[in-house]
């Protein structure tokens, strides 16, 4: 059996009471590790008392015989006696506080809550249920274009009959402003599934048109003038005219055949709501696409002139004047997109550009009437046409926003540039005088400008 080391009870229990005070006056151990005494020894140690617990106990005869009172100033005596703290006291390791786990976008780093607090996560909007759900999808959207002017050519000038102060007034067909035109542009595609790089495949048929510009116009002579034109100084039933009317029709409509390449977004995020649950969401991401394909596109530009004189019937003196122009472009559609995608709404820009060749047409009537010096009836007619290829250009560029209603709905609205060169407008065949035969002038051009809105469906 071991033996005690201290046989006199009374001293062991001031060693008791002095360990205690000893722990007291050092708090800063105490939070860390627990004291051990040792007061049991195998019977084969012959170890005397140490120097310390002969201090503990001599302090305890102290307190004991001094009282409470005396207990402060044996304190700081027990501090300059004990050993260094090492000696007494064993360590004991504490076990670090839980660490909240840090949850981050990725799957290699774990998954990570947005900074905004949220009491109920909403459904699950994952990237492969969320967006584009389906094989096919059609999108429709109203267009609402503005045309620029036609290019400008002088069709009338009124000249004073008599000698007057003032300068003649110039009629040009620049001087014309088109009307905002509604259209149209629906897109049907098929999605073809990923690539070996996991990019989205698509093919897709655009149509874009049904718009028709219409502007009718028209100049009234001064009481002390008349009209010349000059497209023929020398024409019956327009030199002499007191009116003129014009009007201009033009339409557009284009077609494309494409194929589209896009990125897909990164990995879905995880989020748990606050009843436990785990739900996947889309990360916001750029995504980039490429649009390759072939696009022809189909314009009309029509001008018709009348002139007249109010006072006289029409079989007595008047002019008809009509020129009907049209371009068919085709060529190789390349384009690009760039939208930044998030989980319920989306915004970018998507352009394309098409090198083209133009072939361009156009035809001519005129005729008139009008009665000479003896009052015997003149008249003319020219019946003129033309056609060549030349070289072309089709682009459009459309800034837009949309934001996903259902996983197989969204709306999108957006402002639209078309841009169409290399065409024969009307205005640019002008010739009344029929000067040149087979005339034609395919270097027109058209600016296009307004605002878009639709839908999106999949299925």
């Known amino acids: 059996m071991p033996t005690c080391l201290i046989d006199n009870p009374l001293l062991r229990r001031w060693a008791a009471r002095a360990a205690v005070i000893c722990c007291m ?10 004291l051990v005494i040792p007061d049991v020894l195998a019977e084969d140690d012959p170890a005397p008392v140490p120097a310390h617990a002969a201090a503990l106990g001599s ?13 402060d100033t044996v304190a700081d005596t027990l501090t300059d006696t004990l050993p260094a703290p090492s000696r007494l006291l064993t360590p004991v390791p504490s076990t670090p506080p839980a660490e909240l786990l840090d949850v981050s976008a990725r799957a290699v780093d774990g998954m990570r809550i947005e900074e905004f607090a949220v009491d109920e996560m909403p459904f699950e909007a994952s990237s492969g249920r969320w967006f584009w759900n389906g094989g096919w999808y059609v999108s429709g959207e109203a267009v609402w274009l503005d045309r620029s002017r036609n290019n400008r050519q002088v069709v009338a000038i009124d000249q004073p009959v008599l000698i007057t102060p003032r300068q003649p007034r110039v009629y040009t067909t620049s001087a014309q402003p088109f009307d905002v035109a509604p259209g149209a542009r629906v897109l049907i595609g098929r999605a073809l599934g990923r690539d070996h790089l996991d990019r989205d495949q698509y093919l897709e048929f655009l149509w874009y048109g049904g718009f028709q510009w219409e502007d009718d116009d028209g100049w009234n002579a001064l009481p002390d003038g008349q009209f010349i034109t000059p497209l023929n100084p020398f024409a019956p039933g327009f030199n002499g005219a007191t009116r003129y009317t014009t009007q201009s029709n033009t339409d557009f409509n284009s077609w494309e055949f494409n194929y589209r390449l896009r990125r897909r977004l990164g990995r ?4 748990m709501s606050p009843n436990g649950d785990w739900t996947k969401h889309a990360e916001r991401g750029w995504l980039p696409g490429l649009i390759v394909g072939a696009r022809v596109a189909h314009i ?3 001008f018709a002139l009348q002139s007249s004189i109010p006072q006289l019937p029409e079989e007595d003196f008047g002019g008809s004047y009509r020129v009907a122009a049209s371009t068919t472009l085709l060529g190789l559609n390349l384009g690009a997109e760039l939208i930044s995608q998030n989980e319920f709404y989306y915004w970018g820009l998507r ?13 001519q009537t005129g005729s008139g009437t009008a009665p000479d010096q003896e009052g015997e009836q003149q008249s003319f007619r020219i019946d003129d046409r033309g056609s060549q290829n030349f070289a072309g250009f089709l682009g459009d560029l459309t800034l837009l926003a949309g934001w996903n209603i259902t996983p197989n709905l969204s709306v999108q609205a957006g402002w639209d540039f078309l841009w169409a060169a290399g065409i024969a407008t009307a205005p640019r065949q002008f010739d009344l005088d029929n000067s040149e035969l087979n005339y034609i002038d395919a270097g027109g051009q058209m600016f296009y400008m307004g605002a878009s809105l639709g839908m999106t469906a999949s299925w």
């Open 59 to 71: 302090a305890s005869a102290e307190i004991g015989m001094a009282g409470p009172e005396a207990t």
């Open 25 to 34: 006056a050092m708090p800063a151990f105490a939070e860390e590790a627990f």
């Open 268 to 271: 879905d995020k995880l989020v």
């Open 300 to 302: 009309n530009d029509i």
């Open 351 to 363: 352009g394309r550009a098409a090198p083209c060749v133009s072939y361009a047409e156009q035809s």
